[in-house]
């Protein structure tokens, strides 16, 4: 910007001094000035952003370079839309190709575990026949005391299959639909085990779950969503029987806290909980026990010969053991 003002006599003086050393006469001049506007009169004459001024040259410069420039933009868009599609087509293929393979990986693991299972059931079946030819021969030479002891023991320890009136009940998870996206995951290992804990406590001699045979050592966790006995699955849904007086076991077990848990998820998430009295029930044998470091103690051997007046005594107690040992039956 120009601006004009006039100046006083001194001041031309000492100016025309500074500026040519000769003018000290009074005679007018002109001073230019560039000062800074202010923000109004910026607004005012520069009402485009700088940026925007910027990307128009940038515009022009680009149309100025003619056909060309969209030419070489135009391929370079085109060959990387192909590159998108071959990657997208082969990664199409190699999905396809893997789906098939996956699907018959896992039917074989599945006829796998089934082909084992099956081959578990029949040596257990197997090995329950063979105890019971065992003891079938045992009683014809006659030693029906002592199996008699055995069979108890066995009875105790669940290794024997039994029969009998008792309990059967069905548990299942909750249908899974879309009002109910979230229906598995509701019966948890640690609900089976309050439930078996309440049939023994109801009176129950026997139990077993999803066909295999409790043991006092059993084990009840869950891996996933499957239920594992003893370290085998047992799928869905499970089938939970129990020997023993059913009137008085169904009695009992109603006001137990398995029971009422049990009760609570049918109301809440629909799950599947029947419970029947059965008049013939069909438990399995159970595996024994390996044992590994656990021995039976050695028969002690007298450090004496006991004399015959001694030895007497203990036959007549024999004897009368014996008679009282007597099967009823």
């Keep these: 910007m120009v601006e004009q003002e006039r100046s006083t006599p001194d001041e031309k003086r000492a100016d025309a001094g500074r500026a040519d050393g000769n003018r000290t006469d009074g005679t007018t001049r002109i001073v230019q000035r560039n000062p800074v ?128 009136q008792g309990l059967r009940i069905v548990i299942n998870e909750a249908p899974a639909d879309a009002s109910n996206p979230t229906s598995g995951g509701v019966i948890l290992d640690r609900d089976v085990q309050l439930l078996v804990n309440d049939l023994w406590a109801s009176g129950a001699e026997a139990i077993s779950i999803g066909g295999v045979r409790l043991q006092p050592r059993s084990a009840i966790r869950q891996a996933g969503g499957s239920i594992l006995v003893d370290n085998r699955p047992v799928f869905w849904p499970i089938t939970i029987e129990a020997v023993g007086d059913s009137s008085g076991m169904q009695v009992k077990l109603i006001g137990s806290p398995g029971y009422g848990r049990f009760s609570s998820f049918e109301q809440l998430y629909d799950i599947e909980f029947d419970m029947t009295a059965q008049n013939n029930l069909a438990l399995p044998a159970g595996s024994g026990a390996d044992l590994l470091f656990a021995r039976p103690p050695a028969a002690a051997t007298p450090e004496a010969p006991v004399s015959a007046s001694v030895a007497a005594e203990p036959a007549a107690t024999t004897g009368e053991s014996g008679q009282n040992a007597e099967p009823t039956g």
């Design 37 to 164: 506007p202010s923000l109004l009169e910026s607004l005012n004459r520069d009402y485009l952003d700088p940026g925007y001024a910027a990307a128009a040259k940038r515009k022009a410069a680009g149309n100025a370079a003619g056909p060309q420039g969209t030419k070489s933009r135009s391929i370079a868009l085109v060959v990387a839309c192909v590159i998108l599609g071959l990657l997208f087509g082969i990664s199409a293929v190699n999905t396809e190709d893997n789906e098939p393979r996956a699907e018959k990986t896992r039917s074989a693991l599945l006829e796998d575990i089934e082909r084992a299972e099956q081959q578990q059931s029949a040596l257990a079946s197997s090995a329950a026949e063979l105890a019971g030819q065992l003891r079938a021969t045992q009683s014809d030479l006659g030693a029906a005391g002592p199996l008699e002891t055995v069979a108890a023991l066995e009875n105790a320890g669940q290794i024997t299959a039994v029969t009998g």
